[in-house]
């Protein structure tokens, strides 16, 4: 009954800014990496940035800085702030929680977000 759920993909113009966020439940995040992941039209799924339970992060080269990934454990929520987008980020979003236990992977059904004039 683990699920995760993403919000708040949607249409937007390069440059502008968008928050994606992923409500956990059957879960508790604070035992779990979590992490976002993307695929855009005709590609490979690739990472965008990962979070620890205390905190630490990690973002793929590609993101450039331009993305911030958080969590509030208290919420059981992470979130994506993504900032400067551009076409190329087209994708849909997916939010992904690993068990570092066993090692488990959980996803989200994805949100779909577009950049495009």
């Known amino acids: 009954q683990v699920q995760l759920v993403e919000s708040g993909g949607g249409l937007v113009q390069p440059g502008e800014s968008l928050r994606l966020s992923c409500a956990a439940s059957g879960m508790i995040i604070r035992a779990y990496v979590m992490g976002w992941y993307r695929q855009g039209p005709g590609k490979q799924r690739e990472l965008v940035a990962t979070?620890?339970?205390?905190?630490?992060?990690n973002y793929a080269d590609s993101m450039k800085g331009r993305f911030t990934i958080s969590r509030d454990n208290a919420k059981n929520t992470v979130s994506l702030q993504m900032n400067s987008l551009k076409p190329e980020d087209t994708a849909v979003y997916y939010c992904n929680a690993v068990d570092v236990y066993t090692r488990r992977a959980y996803w989200g059904q994805g949100t779909q977000v577009t950049v495009s004039s």
């Open positions: 979070i620890a339970s205390g905190g630490s992060t």
